[in-house]
């Protein structure tokens, strides 16, 4: 696969494998900007019943890979979907303390890893 950059915005914050509060990245960026599915998939989860993550979206690439956005302002598609790579699917919003930011994790066979294995910003 050949994951997208999910938004626009600089590295906030790194994946921490020993940090259970760091299971992905953190971009900053501005309040409203597009968030987009770094790789094609189902929506298998969009809403706000996660702890900790806001409204979140967790796309279903296969068997083995999933990826979550969190922290949006509003999402823009539902459980069941199916989404194109690069496909438009939130707005970004914020954790409440601090300027506006996404959460994005990769879930490998259910465990987190580091996306920037993966993923590189864009520029």
């Known amino acids: 696969m050949q994951w997208l950059w999910p938004t626009q915005?600089?590295?906030?914050?790194?994946?921490?494998?020993?940090?259970?509060?760091?299971?992905g990245i953190k971009i900053g960026g501005s309040a409203g900007q597009a968030v987009k599915a770094a790789e094609a998939g189902?929506?298998?989860?969009?809403?706000?019943?996660?702890l900790g993550y806001g409204r979140l979206i967790i796309i279903k690439h296969n068997q083995n890979y999933l990826s979550a956005y969190?922290?949006?302002?509003?999402?823009l598609?539902?459980?069941?979907?199916r989404v194109a790579k690069g496909?438009?699917?939130a707005?970004?919003?914020s954790k409440g303390t601090g300027g506006a930011m996404l959460h994005f994790e990769i879930r490998r066979n259910g465990?987190?890893?580091?996306?920037l294995k993966v993923v590189r910003p864009s520029s």
Do not use: C, Q, W
């Not at 969190?70 to 999402?75: A, P």
């Not at 465990?111 to 996306?115: I, K």
């Open 42 to 50: 189902d929506v298998v989860y969009a809403g706000s019943g996660l």
């Open 77 to 81: 598609v539902k459980e069941g979907d």
């Open 9 to 23: 915005g600089t590295l906030l914050e790194r994946f921490d494998p020993s940090d259970v509060t760091r299971k």
């Open 70 to 75: 969190g922290h949006n302002r509003k999402l």
């Open 91 to 93: 707005e970004m919003g």
């Open 111 to 115: 465990v987190p890893m580091d996306p």
């Open 87 to 89: 496909a438009r699917i």
